[in-house]
């Protein structure tokens, strides 16, 4: 993209937003401008904001070697600006949804006060919707009480898709549910090879609309020896445990639960759950919740948090009765992006056309006249239907798109 500021009017002395790649020397001002949009929205979900930023920058060499070659944390910081005058103005953070990249996700865009209501946001959802033309879809979720967030997304093609509701269990709750012994036989710990069964149980609970959206296969669901290794350096960093388990059902041929769940060390974070429970099972919420409230507490005392949609509300039912706290609300959008397909010349040269050419030509000579069928074949192949009579392949009542048979006169 060409990043010379130019106004729109063609003007090259009035300078316009340049979007760009965030650099180095910009994550001091995007740190001040997630926090500026995110504090208090984050806060609710235990979120530092800040923190994360400042383990990016902690972090930007690796993250920029990690971004020269295929791996699961090669667009762990894909960031994009826009500046104007040597100002940032506005920061969009993306990545890849799913593992084939046909769908990604817009992890945050903020925009400075100083900015805000001149377009800016939307010049970066345009910009990386053009920059990413690997995406077919995108999704982004919206605190459902940020009216001005969303319109800006519904000005730009989004529409919404789920409602997901963020929830928290409590410390003590936790511990109470840790006395009950979930009677989970099948419970096996997740390898590559249960992928196929946890894909399939992913793609059983949701609806098409979003099953469309997501658009997930089984390779989503697998682990290379590289992106283990990097999952692990990971969890050295944030001083976290990951326990990840699927439950079948008796003949252990499907996948029925499942949950990955992260646990902090620290006791500074909540800890963080992903559940999947099949339609048909509903009643392995408390025992799966039982589970993960054992593993919690090995760990200092700490909240768990996980979430729910509107398409699941046996879960949302559970939660309530549990007592679990209702955090936050947001919406999820998506939006399809098609791209146009440059037209390419061909090089017709002589070598082409002489094996096009060559490729028309009739191996046997076309005979000069042709001879017609033997006399009587159309009787012989098809019966001719005494006029007077229905016809038995006609259904009664039914008229034909044939013409009428010609009046015949007796001889």
Not at 77 to 84: C, D, G, Q, R
Not at 105 to 115: F, L, N, W
Not at 243 to 263: D, H, S, W
């Amino acid at each position: 993209m060409d990043n010379t500021p130019v106004k729109s009017d063609g003007d090259p002395k009035t300078p316009e937003l340049i979007l760009r790649p965030a650099q180095l020397g910009d994550l001091e001002a995007v740190e001040e401008i997630f926090a500026e949009a995110f504090d208090a929205e984050y806060g609710s979900r235990s979120v530092d904001i800040r923190r994360q930023v400042r383990r990016l920058r902690q972090w930007y060499g690796p993250l920029k070697t990690l971004s020269l070659f295929p791996n699961r944390f090669q667009h762990m910081f894909t960031v994009h600006v826009a500046e104007l005058e040597g100002k940032i103005l506005g920061v969009i953070q993306v990545s890849p949804f799913n593992h084939s990249r046909s769908t990604w996700r817009v992890d945050h865009i903020a925009v400075a006060r100083s900015a805000q209501r001149q377009g800016v946001g939307s010049r970066l959802l345009k910009h990386c919707m053009e920059h990413f033309r690997e995406a077919h879809t995108w999704i982004l979720e919206v605190n459902i009480h940020n009216k001005g967030a969303m319109a800006l997304y519904r000005r730009n093609g989004f529409q919404p898709l789920a409602q997901i509701t963020y929830w928290s269990i409590p410390p003590e709750i936790l511990a109470a549910l840790s006395q009950h012994e979930p009677k989970l036989p099948n419970l096996v710990p997740v390898t590559n090879r249960d992928a196929y069964a946890i894909y399939q149980l992913d793609t059983g609970s949701m609806p098409a609309n979003v099953r469309q959206v997501y658009d997930r296969e089984v390779s989503d669901f697998r682990t290379n020896p590289l992106d283990w290794a990097l999952e692990r350096a990971k969890r050295s960093i944030s001083h976290t445990e990951r326990v990840e388990v699927c439950v079948y059902e008796p003949e252990r041929k499907t996948a029925i639960g499942y949950f990955n769940l992260k646990l902090d060390r620290t006791g500074q974070q909540p800890h963080v759950a992903k559940l999947t429970v099949h339609p048909a099972y509903t009643w392995l919420y408390p025992e799966l919740m039982a589970k993960m409230a054992q593993l919690t507490q090995a760990y200092p005392p700490q909240s768990l948090a996980l979430a729910s949609t509107d398409y699941q509300p046996e879960r949302e039912e559970f939660l309530l009765k549990l007592g679990a706290q209702d955090l936050e609300r947001t919406l999820l959008m998506s939006r399809s992006v098609w791209h146009k397909i440059r037209e390419s010349r061909f090089s017709w040269d002589n070598a082409y056309i002489n094996a096009m050419l060559h490729g028309l030509q009739v191996k046997q000579p076309v005979p000069e006249r042709f001879e017609g069928p033997p006399e009587g074949w159309l009787e012989h192949y098809f019966h001719p239907i005494n006029p007077t009579e229905p016809d038995p392949n006609s259904e009664s009542g039914c008229s034909s798109d044939a013409p009428p048979p010609p009046n015949q006169t007796s001889g």
